[in-house]
């Protein structure tokens, strides 16, 4: 709901609030997480704040994405099929 500038903004006083995590989204709006804002909010914060990525996330390849993308933490209402996707994936191995 807020442009790339006012991410940034909201970034700065995060920080100096002396939060420890900035969350991307919370999935109850137009849209959840993206990958872009992950990496954006990775590079404003530069190393300040942990990256939590929420909304919108509900299989492994899309936290496994975020993760790639510079998340440090995962928000999903859709952990159990997320954690069963890795077990499954885990048995396939072995």
Known sequence: LINNEEKAIAC???ISSGADFVKTSTGFSKSGATIED?????K???GK???KA????RNL???LDMIE?????IGTSHGIEILNELLNISKKIQ
Do not use: M, P, T
């Open 12 to 14: 700065d006083i995060i």
């Open 38 to 42: 992950v990496k954006l909010l990775k």
């Open 44 to 46: 404003i914060v530069n």
């Open 49 to 51: 704040l942990k990256i």
């Open 54 to 57: 929420s909304g919108g996330i």
């Open 61 to 63: 390849k899309q936290a």
């Open 69 to 73: 993308a510079g998340a440090d933490r």
